[in-house]
């Protein structure tokens, strides 16, 4: 095994609140949506927190967005590959999660400082971070000022349109909350993952001479 340096320190700091900030939104959502059935706190104090957790993400989503913009690290979400090989890297990863981990083939994916996410993990994130979360955003703003913004949500179709699109978004997340740390407890050990994402290093096995570069 070989240690690598994958995850800086402000990835790092951006995961963590984002993942403690999300769950804090699923719960006061859940409240704010079930009112009569979840007695996790108070209506006004449950709409007042979703409210100013969902203003720390909006900057935490910044941070990461400037980071990654202004740093060479952006490679990571945009690997030189052709569409074509993209497409490829993808269906074997699909098979490895499929089947071949529960066979104990090796994981076709070979981490790097550069090369973190497998094409699958690339296009997938792109998707959640420059559609899904901002989506989120926009529309949990037009929510918490219905009135302020009452331009904006009728341009959109009105509050229905508005708040369903939010509660879909919602429904992904919670998915997501679910299927993420299961993926991430898919190394050499359950932890490796969690472990980096604290620490900043990777532990991953060394490549074998001769192997295809990713």
Known sequence: MQRIYVHPLPVRIWHWINA??????????????????VGLMSFRSAVNLHDWIGFVLIGNFFVWLLFYLFSDRIKVYH?????????????????????????????PHHVSAYHKFNPLQSMTYQI???????????????????????AAVEFFGGVRVVDT???L???FFVGFIFIHPYLASLAHTPTAHFKAMFTGYEEVEDQPVGAPPE
């Open 128 to 150: 959640i971070m420059l559609l899904l979360v901002p989506l989120q955003f926009v529309t949990g703003i037009l929510l918490w000022d219905v009135k302020g913004f009452s």
């Open 79 to 107: 690997p030189e590959l052709s569409p074509v090989k993209h497409f490829r890297g993808s269906f074997r990863q699909l098979q490895y999660y499929g089947y071949g981990i529960f066979k104990g083939d090796p994981n």
């Open 20 to 37: 403690v900030g999300f769950v804090a939104m699923i719960a006061t959502g859940i409240q704010i949506r079930y009112v009569d059935l």
């Open 165 to 167: 699109v939010h509660v």
């Open 169 to 171: 978004c919602f429904i």
